[in-house]
């Protein structure tokens, strides 16, 4: 069902019409930040031109939102400076590890969240499951990127000449008989992980360990962490595991959301 533009304004309206006096500042500093025209503004949080302007002006005089000489609405100093305060605060474990509770709950199998370090991947949650064996696996333990699911997923947002670049600083060491070691193989798996949304490890860094993982983007959308679902292939088959990327990226998605990411 469609709707349009002035349904959608009523939904606004309707909504502002209820809001409490800081639920509609709140509004118009969302939409001020999403929205550069005064007009657009209105339009987003439903409120009447004069209350919208009045708030804009307030925000602008606080130092939330700078007005352009062409009059448009842009991040303010104020803003800026809690954003970067925020940020500085993130622990991505605390905000992750809820998520990956609840995931181990569901896939019964070890789920690790890692994030980029250099040309590394370094484990920052280890959750494992009710099964009677442990992955090789320890929090802090690094990887390199080519030989893990996670640091595969990373790779998925670097460039040709990104990959051109790690493959000549870092290398391309083999872990098992299964690790990609040439570049062409990488830039091929690379694809194929652009076009899937997610990576697999095949035994490509520990004998008889697989994996699924999935791309966890922080607020800019970049990639600079990974989820993933490890077993062992005493226990499941890839194609098992590939099943469960669904599950991955749903729960990497949860995470990136958690992080401020907006797709």
Do not use: W
Not at 43 to 56: F, N
Not at 105 to 124: K, M, Q, R, S, W
Not at 169 to 186: M, N, P, S, Y
Not at 228 to 248: F, N
């Amino acid at each position: 069902m469609a709707f349009d533009k002035t349904e959608t304004h009523t939904a606004a309206t309707s909504a502002a019409s209820s809001a409490s006096a800081s639920e509609k500042t709140l509004l118009v500093l969302e939409a001020a930040l999403d929205h550069p025209r005064f007009s657009d503004v209105v339009e987003a949080t439903g409120l009447a031109k004069a209350t919208a302007h009045r708030i804009l002006t307030t925000l602008a005089d606080s130092g939330f939102i700078t007005v352009s000489p062409e009059g448009t609405y842009l991040p303010g100093p104020k803003i800026l400076s809690l954003a970067g305060r925020a940020l500085q605060r993130i622990d991505i474990s605390s905000i992750a590890q809820p998520f990956v509770d609840d995931l181990v709950e569901v896939v019964h199998c070890t789920v690790h969240v890692g994030a980029v370090n250099g040309d590394e991947i370094v484990y920052l949650i280890r959750s494992d499951s009710d099964k009677p064996y442990q992955m090789p696996s320890r929090v802090g333990h690094a990887l390199p990127l080519h030989t893990s699911g996670i640091g595969k997923v990373v790779l998925g947002g670097y460039t040709d000449e990104g990959l051109e670049r790690l493959v000549a600083r870092a290398g391309l060491a083999q872990r098992t008989e299964h690790t990609i070691t040439t570049l062409d193989r990488l830039r091929a798996e690379v694809e194929d992980i652009r076009r899937l949304g997610y990576a697999l490890d095949r035994e490509e860094n520990v004998p008889g360990v697989v994996c699924v993982a999935a791309p966890i983007r922080d607020h800019t959308g970049t990639t600079r962490y990974g989820l993933s679902i490890s077993t062992l292939t005493l226990e499941h088959t890839l194609e098992q595991v590939e099943a469960m990327a669904p599950l991955a990226i749903e729960t990497a998605d949860k995470i990136s959301a958690a992080l401020g990411y907006r797709a």
